[in-house]
């Protein structure tokens, strides 16, 4: 007989193991619409898509010598918080380069 804590372990695996089926599929498709716009092949392997929580980005201190957003800011409630992360995984003296939309314009 399952009990309570069993089913809810199984569920949670489930629920991992669908996750993860959806985010690959996710990023084979954008993947895909990368080649189309491009017309250059992609590779899953050579590119890495990383979704994040929003409040810490899941890298290094100082690990890229640039960061790019565009149409992102926007929808950022803490600005201030999210620019921390930035300059925490920036290297000294890089380049940080956002574009977001003026909707009021």
């Given at each position: ?13 489930i629920a ?41 980005m899941p890298?290094?201190?100082?690990m890229f ?41």
């Amino acid at each position: 007989m399952n009990t309570l804590k069993d089913i809810h372990r199984r569920e949670g695996l489930i629920a991992s193991i669908l996750k993860s089926m959806v985010e690959r599929y996710e990023t084979r498709r954008y993947y895909r619409q990368v080649e189309k716009v491009t017309g250059q092949p992609v590779s899953h392997d050579s590119c890495r898509l990383v979704a994040y929580n929003g409040a810490h980005m899941p890298f290094e201190d100082e690990m890229f010598d640039i960061v790019l957003s565009n149409a992102v800011l926007e929808h950022v409630e803490d600005l201030n918080g999210l620019f921390d992360e930035i300059w925490r995984v920036t290297k000294p003296n890089v380049i940080s380069y956002h574009l977001w939309h003026n909707f009021t314009a």
